[in-house]
Every structure is written in structure tokens, then in C-alpha cells.
Nanobody, 124 residues
Framework: QVQLVESGGGLVQAGGSLRLSCAAS????????MAWFRQTPGKEREFVAA????????YYADSVKGRFTISRDNAKNTVYLQMNSLKPEDTAVYYC?????????????????WGQGTQVTVSS
């Protein structure tokens, strides 16, 4: 069992940056593949980025590739999402997700645990 708490969201102008954090409680954080998703009202949850247990493998949605970076610190039980060159279309509630797995996925149903979300708003 793991509990996830996101932080770091807020209001930023287009072109700006934010860093989201997701702190995990519970044991064996290093066993969990982690991911970030985002969702806007009336739309399905959208994959943003994922990272393997060790941090050696990362995977990004095309829409954020080159602008966002996912990373993790297993000693701090935390995964991060550095978001640069933000655009108004990045506005959403951002969720982190976890699954005890060697692999990772861009599908929401793959993940067993979810945080409560943090709002990111990018103004034009």
C-alpha cells in the first residue's frame, strides 16, 4: 500500500516553469513504477510521463517531450515533474500514479495508486 500526495501546482504565465512533486508514504517506494497524468473537465485522464523503478527509464507523451522532465529520488520517496516552456494547453489537474512493477505504461488502468491531484494553470 502506498499513499501519494502531489504538490507544486499553481498559476504561471505561458513560457514559465513549475516543478511538481509527489511524495509517497509506505514501504518499498523503489519497487514502484511512477507516472504523471493530467485531466481537464470533461476529458479523459491523459498520460504525461512515466519513470521506472530505478529511474533509468523514462517515457513521455509527444505533447510534452522536450519540455517536461520526470525524475525520482528513491531516498526521499519522491517523484518530480519539471515543466518548462509551459503553454495554456498544459492547464489541467496533474495526478501522480504508482504501481509495483518493473515496467511502466501510458494507460491509467495500469496504475494501482493515485494522488489527489494538483492544479496547474497556465495563463496566456
Amino acid at each position: 500500500q502506498v499513499q501519494l500526495v502531489e504538490s507544486g501546482g499553481g498559476l504561471v504565465q505561458a513560457g514559465g516553469s513549475l516543478r511538481l512533486s509527489c511524495a509517497a508514504s509506505g514501504r518499498a517506494f523503489s519497487n514502484y513504477a511512477m507516472a504523471w497524468f493530467r485531466q481537464t473537465p470533461g476529458k479523459e485522464r491523459e498520460f504525461v510521463a512515466a519513470i521506472t523503478r530505478s529511474g533509468g527509464g523514462t517515457y513521455y507523451a509527444d505533447s510534452v517531450k522536450g519540455r517536461f522532465t520526470i525524475s525520482r529520488d528513491n531516498a526521499k520517496n519522491t517523484v518530480y515533474l519539471q515543466m518548462n516552456s509551459l503553454k495554456p494547453e498544459d492547464t489541467a489537474v496533474y495526478y501522480c500514479a504508482a504501481r509495483d512493477s518493473r515496467s511502466y505504461s501510458d494507460r491509467p488502468f495500469f496504475y494501482d495508486y493515485w494522488g489527489q491531484g494538483t492544479q496547474v494553470t497556465v495563463s496566456s
